[in-house]
């Protein structure tokens, strides 16, 4: 680490030694609270050493493989950033496809009552909250601490959501029905050899992996679901690369109608759904 006081251009083009040069802008801008314009416009500008030495810390973790969204506490979904930290998953853009299909079957709903099972960071209630009509939005997980970082996100963007310490549906009651359950829950085989890797190093195994094929949380909401959907409510589940077949045959075996598997932006079948009829 550089003990002298050095430029920002300077402390860039050290930080870009060990890791991406898009990281090293985003983690300067996080300890200077800088815009990227503004580091472009002052790359003179001498960084003092307390910033430097809080700069090298920032760049150690990410060289260490640690994903940058728990290094500086945040991470964009649909146009907003989200607090997050280690006890929830780092939202991913994958995961906006549940919103999508949420907005396009739900937009002209007047207050439709939305369910949220695995809320983590509460990115998904939170969002639909803002982008549905009115919606009743709950929120379910069986992680406290992740229920504390999705009730400081719903408070930082000033939406009422029900969030629920329960396991799945267990503490919802007889009478509670939704137009739409959502849900990305764990479904990740148990030790697969990717949970070893990436930033899956540092995500919580429990919102990761689901049992020996990975199906078991999917098999619980979408056996659930039958006792908590009005008649014509939704189901929308993120899975798996390779479990669409899987679930659109538990969504037939449950009784669900108009199943289907949308593609995501990389291509792949990565949420399946259907249409309670009962």
Wanted: proline share 4%; net charge neutral.
């Amino acid at each position: 680490m550089p003990s002298e006081e050095i430029s920002i251009a300077a402390a860039l083009a050290w930080a870009r030694k060990h890791i991406q040069p898009r990281e090293a802008r985003l983690l300067l801008r996080h300890v200077c609270r800088a815009t990227v314009a503004s580091l472009i416009a002052r790359p003179e500008e001498i960084l003092h050493a307390d910033q430097l030495e809080i700069f090298w810390h920032l760049v150690e973790r990410r060289a260490a493989g640690e994903p940058i969204a728990y290094i500086i506490g945040t991470r964009e979904f649909y146009g907003r950033d989200f607090l997050v930290n280690t006890s929830v998953l780092i939202p991913r853009p994958e995961t906006e496809l549940l919103v999508e299909l949420a907005i396009a079957h739900f937009a002209a709903v007047h207050r439709p009552r939305v369910l949220d099972l695995g809320t983590g960071s509460g990115v998904l209630a939170i969002t639909l909250a803002l982008e549905l009509d009115r919606p009743e939005v709950t929120g379910i997980d069986n992680s406290r601490d992740a229920l504390t970082v999705a009730s400081t996100n719903a408070l930082r963007f000033g939406v009422g959501i029900t969030f629920l310490w329960s396991d799945w549906y267990a503490l919802l009651k007889r009478e509670d029905r939704f137009h739409l359950i959502v849900a990305n829950p764990p479904y990740i085989v148990e030790n697969d050899p990717h949970l070893g890797q990436g930033d899956l190093r540092f995500e919580p195994l429990i919102a990761l992996a689901s049992g020996r094929d990975g199906l078991r949380a999917l098999t619980a909401i979408i056996s659930g679901a039958c006792r908590h959907l009005k008649a014509g409510g939704r189901l929308f589940l993120e899975h798996g690369y390779n479990q669409a077949s899987a679930v659109r045959s538990l969504l037939a075996d449950a009784g669900f109608a108009d199943i289907t598997s949308w593609k995501d932006i990389a291509g792949i079948e990565r949420v399946s759904g259907g249409r309670w009829i009962r």
